[in-house]
């Protein structure tokens, strides 16, 4: 995997600048299917999945517009193409996306980045709060069932909840959230936290594969470039 | 002998942010899954730029949105901008005192979403060729068909379906910030809270 976040930065950057020179599918699907090959090869299927899921209904919604405007317009153009060029565009972006922030969620990734002290905190809570007011959510739901005022946990009645749930899980995070300052003031967390922040082994040579990340993106560029311009 | 008197202690910002991302993500994704023609995921900027300033606002909008890029859907990411706008207008809208009444507080909840829609429209035209994937997509969808060009038909659905849904949610943001117990609320910048139209 590729864990330089400059590389990624690098990488990400030659593929947008192909994405909005080039007006070719062949060039566009090509870097899709790159993308994604990355995504298999590193395991990242549920990444892929939901990059799937994302664009699906995209794609109807286009190829019905499109399908329908056929009708209306009188304008000589190629629809399917146009359809194709957005709907590879829309991918790659998703999938630049997707492997852009592919594992940052640990500790170690969050310093690699270059987070320290208030940043830092904010970045894993941010990614650890989530998951417990998810819980708490669902603890409200549960006690609103039991006392009869939920009919069925169908979506549609979870989401007539919605204002019930709000106002205790507003209520309930600010009190969690004032009493882990206060422990944090008392016990100095901030300073301990930079104090006894173990420094990350920055890698400065290249690994093979993340010269493969930033010299396809860059063949792809001077080949787009090439087509397009000269 | 009695203790004496001190002023709480402020909560700290880096520990209100999170929620706020939170509060953005859970509420964005049920209204994301079910299709609506809203959005109702920027209740936690709105929130924390009220309670800790506009610099935590934006952290909160933005962040909250890269996070929903890599675990809800990649399409998020691209409209942090449209998050910036919210803080900085929500930001600016109290600073004045404009949200210490209801009428102004729907007026100003409209205009916010006049701001949103003109924010993302060159991000869903330029970027998505029209159709992000929500509901709204779903109204630009019909004018596309209908003849309507992309731009103008992503203005039209973005200036029909985003002030309805920023009013709502100033109006759930206010509603839930009322709701507040004062002890947690008088862990808050007071001076903010006031001006803010939270505390009398």
Known sequence: MISSPQVRLISGLLIVSGLLLTRQVLMLSAACVGLIAYLLIAGHFATLRRNLLAIAPIAVILFAVHYLSSYTSTIQSNPPTQTLLRLFGIMLTFSYMATMFLGYDSLDRFVQLGLRGEHLVIAISATSTLPLMQTTAVQIIDARFAAGLVRSRSIFSTATQLPYILRPLLTQALRLAIARSDTWHQRGMMQRLESNLSPVRMEHRLHPVELVAILLPLAWVTLIVGREFL | ?200
Do not use: C
């Open chain 2, 1 to 200: 002998m009695s203790m004496p008197d001190t002023p709480p202690r402020p909560i700290n910002s880096a520990l209100l942010i999170p929620i706020g991302i939170a509060l953005n993500l859970a509420i964005g994704t049920v209204v994301h899954i079910l299709k609506l023609p809203i959005f109702l995921d920027a209740i936690g900027t709105i929130i924390v730029t009220l309670l800790a300033g506009v610099r935590a606002g934006i952290i909160t909008g933005v962040l909250s949105f890269v996070l929903a890029g890599a675990l809800v859907n990649p399409s998020y990411p691209w409209f942090s901008g449209t998050q910036v706008v919210i803080a900085l207008f929500t930001h600016t809208v109290a600073k004045r005192g404009g949200y210490r009444r209801l009428f102004p507080r729907i007026a100003f909840g409209l205009l916010l979403g006049v701001a949103t829609g003109l924010a993302s429209a060159p991000v869903i035209v330029y970027l998505f060729g029209g159709i992000s994937g929500s509901g709204a997509s779903l109204i630009a969808a019909y004018l596309i068909a209908t003849g309507k060009k992309v731009l103008e038909a992503v203005l039209l659905s973005g200036l029909a379906a985003e002030p309805l849904d920023k009013m709502l949610q100033t109006l759930l943001a206010y509603a839930l910030l009322r709701g507040i117990p004062a002890d947690i609320l008088a862990r808050f910048d007071r001076t903010l809270l006031e001006r803010n139209g939270l505390l009398k």
